[in-house]
Antibody, heavy 112, light 112 residues
Framework: EVKLVESGGGLVLPGASLKLSCIVSGFTFSDYWMRWVRQAPGKGLEFIGEIKPDGSKTNYAPSMKGRFTISRDNAKNTLYLQMSSVRSEDTATYYC?????WGQGVMVTVSS | DVVMTQTPVSLSLAIGQPASISCKSSQSLLGTSGKTFLNWILQRPGQSPKRLIYQVSKLYSEVPDRFSGSGSETEFTLKISRVEAEDLGVYYCWQGTHFPLTFGSGTKLEIK
C-alpha cells in the first residue's frame, strides 16, 4: 500500500522558519520525482516545486522561488520542505505527492 | 503559466443523473512526446486529492467505469454517466505538460 505521511506543521510566527517532512512507503522512493503542493483554506491547489529522484535537481514554481527549499533523503524515504520567512499567505495544508498519489496533508498556520 | 479554467464552479445533481465538467487550458497540452498530460483528481470533503484519470482519458484501475475523460489540445471534459453518493467532492483538472504544473480552480459536485 502506498503511503505518504507529512509532518512538521503547526502554528508559526510570521518571519519564522519551518521544515516539513514526508515519509513514504509502498513504492521505491528513489525512483520518483516528488512534489509539494499546497492548499489555502477553502481554496484550490497550488504547485510549489519538485525534486528529481536522485536529489540533484529541483524546480520551483516562479511564485515560490526563494523562500522554499525542497530536499530529500532517499536512505530515509523522506522528502522535505524548508520554509523560511513565512507570511500569513503561507497558511495552508501542504501535501507531498507523486503523480498518482497524495499524502493526507499537514496544516501550517502563520499567525502572531 | 498555463491557466486551467474549469466550469461549472458547482453542480448539484441527484443520484443517477449524468455529470459533465469542462476544463480548458490557455495553451495546447499536447507535449513533444505526443502525449497530453491532462489529469483529473477528486478531493472528497476533509480528504486529500485522489487520482481519477490521466492522459486525458485513461482511468486508474480502481476508478469506476462510470467516469470517462475526453478532449484534446485545449479542451477537455470529465463525465460521470450516473452520479453516485460517493462521487461528491471537488474535481480538479491539472496539467503536467508545461512547467510549472497548474490546476483548475475546481468544480464542486453536490448530491441533491
Amino acid at each position: 500500500e502506498v503511503k505518504l505521511v507529512e509532518s512538521g506543521g503547526g502554528l508559526v510566527l510570521p518571519g519564522a522558519s519551518l521544515k516539513l517532512s514526508c515519509i513514504v512507503s509502498g513504492f521505491t522512493f528513489s525512483d520518483y520525482w516528488m512534489r509539494w503542493v499546497r492548499q489555502a483554506p477553502g481554496k484550490g491547489l497550488e504547485f510549489i516545486g519538485e525534486i528529481k529522484p536522485d536529489g540533484s535537481k529541483t524546480n520551483y514554481a516562479p511564485s515560490m522561488k526563494g523562500r522554499f527549499t525542497i530536499s530529500r533523503d532517499n536512505a530515509k524515504n523522506t522528502l522535505y520542505l524548508q520554509m523560511s520567512s513565512v507570511r500569513s499567505e503561507d497558511t495552508a495544508t501542504y501535501y507531498c505527492a507523486i503523480t498518482t498519489y497524495w499524502g493526507q496533508g499537514v496544516m501550517v498556520t502563520v499567525s502572531s | 503559466d498555463v491557466v486551467m479554467t474549469q466550469t461549472p464552479v458547482s453542480l448539484s445533481l441527484a443520484i443517477g443523473q449524468p455529470a459533465s465538467i469542462s476544463c480548458k487550458s490557455s495553451q495546447s497540452l499536447l507535449g513533444t512526446s505526443g502525449k497530453t498530460f491532462l489529469n483529473w483528481i477528486l478531493q472528497r470533503p476533509g480528504q486529500s486529492p485522489k487520482r481519477l484519470i490521466y492522459q486525458v482519458s485513461k482511468l486508474y484501475s480502481e476508478v469506476p467505469d462510470r467516469f470517462s475523460g475526453s478532449g484534446s489540445e485545449t479542451e477537455f471534459t470529465l463525465k460521470i454517466s450516473r452520479v453516485e453518493a460517493e462521487d461528491l467532492g471537488v474535481y480538479y483538472c491539472w496539467q503536467g505538460t508545461h512547467f510549472p504544473l497548474t490546476f483548475g480552480s475546481g468544480t464542486k459536485l453536490e448530491i441533491k
